[in-house]
């Protein structure tokens, strides 16, 4: 697991050394480190953490808005394991492992869950040891794919799931990192099409029709840095579509940390969240 810096503070070393020079580019930030520093992690570098800053300077509320997005997966999970009765998760964009990973709350309620965490990033892989205990009823497994490649996905994780059975399908903070251009409906579908009926979707992503000033600036300050990984901002009824056939269980699409919250929401985050069920 990752140890904590003090949140909005740089770190003054770099990230533990490995044994090996990274074998990936560095000088660009990455959706996956910028959000492990953002929980307060120190495997990033220095392109994710001056990402990360600037993105904070524009918005305050980036910080305290990803540990409400943490808050949304421990809560959808212990629905789906617990009152939907899911056995089987994919996990799809989990970045560097943190507390309340996926198959620590399935397995908590459910020890014969099984797990399959998919990133893109090498960084994740090379953390993989982390996510890869599992509860000896259960089991956890990692794919090194994009979100974009759901044939290589499915392919991959048919090796720990059994598709013939349900399988709730992770989309946390991922989808803005899809834009129009390469079909974002398409890629769920590409995903949701291979799970039977009876499984789920569970997705959180970002907004510009909450605090549309400061989202913007900080999501073109993350652009600047990230290269082709930039953010597409879509609106509710945008986000909406992303569940067509699909049936959203009870609050609905909502604002982030209102979702099954126990308490009123501590932040604004400019974000939905829902979760659905494939009928």
Do not use: C
């Not at 003090?6 to 070393?13: F, I, K, N, T, V």
């Not at 953002?38 to 990360?52: H, P, Q, T």
């Not at 909406?240 to 919250?261: Q, S």
């Amino acid at each position: 697991m990752t140890s904590q810096a003090p949140a909005g503070e740089p770190p003054s070393d770099p990230p533990p050394a490995r044994n090996e020079p990274p074998s990936f580019d560095i000088s660009r930030a990455h959706p996956a480190r910028i959000y492990d520093y953002w929980l307060g992690g120190r495997d990033n570098y220095e392109a994710d953490r001056v990402a990360a800053e600037l993105a904070i300077q524009a918005d305050p509320a980036i910080v305290p808005g990803v540990r409400a997005n943490r808050a949304f997966l421990r809560r959808a999970v212990q629905y789906l394991a617990g009152e939907a009765g899911v056995r089987q998760f994919l996990d799809i964009g989990t970045g560097l492992p943190t507390a309340d990973n996926t198959h620590e709350v399935a397995q908590a309620i459910a020890p014969e869950s099984r797990i399959v965490y998919v990133d893109n990033d090498p960084i994740v892989l090379a953390h993989a040891r982390a996510l890869l205990d599992s509860t000896p009823q259960g089991a956890t497994a990692y794919i090194q794919a994009d979100v974009r490649d759901p044939a290589a996905i499915r392919r991959e994780a048919a090796r720990t799931l059994d598709f013939s059975q349900p399988v709730a399908v992770m989309l946390l903070m991922i989808m803005q990192y899809i834009p129009d251009a390469d079909g974002p409906r398409e890629v769920i579908s590409g995903v949701a099409g291979a799970v039977p009926a009876g499984s789920y979707l569970a997705l959180s992503t970002v907004t510009r029709d909450i605090v549309a000033d400061r989202i913007t600036e900080g999501a073109a300050r993350l652009n600047k840095r990230m290269g082709a990984a930039s953010i597409s901002l879509r609106t509710r009824e945008e986000i909406a579509g992303f569940f067509d056939g699909l049936d959203l269980v009870e609050p609905g699409l909502v604002h982030l940390p209102e979702w099954r919250a126990m308490s009123a929401p501590g932040n604004w985050m400019p974000a939905y969240a829902g979760v659905a069920r494939k009928p």
